[in-house]
């Protein structure tokens, strides 16, 4: 199979992309996979890193303010089709795939002014620009959420398969996950928390808030947090201030590599609210705190964290409620944490479980050979 995957500017679009082509090689090693995205967005670390070939196309979101940033914006969106074309017809794909950002527009489009087969993923709970601009020139849009079929008008083409992830996630236990760990029996909770990749300073700041109020006084707990790569040097400096680096039970870190073992060892989850990092709970089972990003677009971190909340699998602080010394969040880590918290945590973690799709990798592989397969 020849695939063109695109899909950039943050990990949320990029890793499932990754996740879908190494699933693609896995059922046909032979296939012929390369990755189109920007110039500018994470992409050019992780799809190389990969052994993937990636491709470029000068293509800019549109900004939510008045901007002269727009009217170029405007002129590559109508523009980039064209130029997308030319790689299409080069590299002669059996399937197209958009995995989000604003990237997959124009390649997508091209696809289909080239009646070649395209499919799209939608991993957050209400469909974002780029999707609901072409889901009238796809063949195949896959959902995480049920419910983000409301939020498009083409039901015949819909399919809900969850996010895919990077194979083997959810294979491992809770105790197999501490003793590769080497955290043992050494700690009868464990916290987990991180903003993302690069980042988020008011995350930083309630979960510095938590350690000092609760963490460093319950040495029965052991925290792991991530500060991400643009805040590591300040929160670090913050952590040192406070005390905290001489907490034995703290492990402050810029990023998390092993996010598979951290999480699965985990009890509570604070975070972020990213469909990836959602399906990632869901496929582990675990109780989460959200704390979603108002940066982002159409809200939609936080229509995913509310999602959850609905079902009584999660928790969700908005930042604005976070000025105050992160009262909140450090009553909700004492009660979850508590003895008689410990039956919500296991509610909370069978319920998520209901938001995660058995085998989502397979799944899109077999319907994308079943598209590719329709055109021959």
Known sequence: MRVIMTGGGTGGHVNPAL???????????????????????IENKLVPARGYELHHVDVRGIRRSLSPANIRAAYLAATSPYKAKKLIKEFRPDVVIGTGGYVSWPVVKAASMCGVPSALHESNAIAGVAVKMLQDKVDRIYLNFEATGNTLHCPEKLLRVGNPLPEGFSSISREEAREKLGIGDSYKNVILSYGGSMGAEKVNDAVLALMREYTSKHPETLHIHATGSIEWEI?????????????????????????????????????????????????AGKCPIFIPSPNVTENHQYKNAKVLADAGCALVFEEKELTDGA??????????????GEERRRVMGEKIRSFAVEDSNRLIYEDVRALVDSRK
């Open 327 to 340: 009262s909140k969040l450090i009553s909700a880590v004492e009660e979850l944490l508590s003895p008689e």
């Open 235 to 283: 929160a670090g400096g913050q952590f040192r201030e406070m005390g905290l680096d001489k907490c034995p039970n703290i492990e402050f870190l810029e990023y998390i590599y092993d996010m598979q073992l951290k999480m699965a060892a985990a009890d509570i989850v604070i975070c972020r609210a990213g469909a990836l990092t959602v399906s990632e709970l869901a496929t």
């Open 19 to 41: 996740a879908i082509a190494d699933t693609i090689k896995k059922y046909e090693p032979d296939s012929e996979i390369i990755f189109v995205g920007t110039k500018r967005g």
